[in-house]
């Protein structure tokens, strides 16, 4: 949904507009209106709390996905098992 598209909308009874023609069930958005009274939606991608800080760390983040990368290629070596650490 890349291309600019323009186009004339009507509000149903209950005050709504349907954005299905640009947006997926579940999609979620961010709107503001702006000073000329401009209705603006930001498409919105929820992150759980606790894995936040990820994103907010460029090294952690490239760290993560080239060890995704590195794991879709094959590219592992094991380490044994962990399972002395699992919680009974």
């Keep these: 949904m890349s291309n600019l598209?323009?186009?004339t909308v009507q509000t149903d009874a209950n005050g709504c507009i349907s954005l299905a023609a640009y947006a997926n069930a579940g999609?979620?958005?961010h709107i503001s209106v702006d000073e000329k009274?401009?209705?603006i939606l930001e498409p919105l991608h929820d992150i759980p709390e606790?894995?936040?800080w990820i994103y907010e760390?460029?090294?952690i983040?490239?760290?993560i996905k080239t060890g995704i990368e590195q794991s879709?290629?094959?590219d592992v070596k094991s380490l044994g098992t962990f399972s002395q650490y699992a919680d009974e």
Excluded: V
């Design 72 to 74: 879709l290629k094959g």
């Design 27 to 29: 999609d979620c958005f």
């Design 57 to 59: 760390n460029p090294e």
């Design 37 to 39: 009274q401009r209705i």
């Design 61 to 63: 983040f490239e760290s």
């Design 50 to 52: 606790n894995e936040q």
């Design 5 to 7: 598209a323009l186009n």
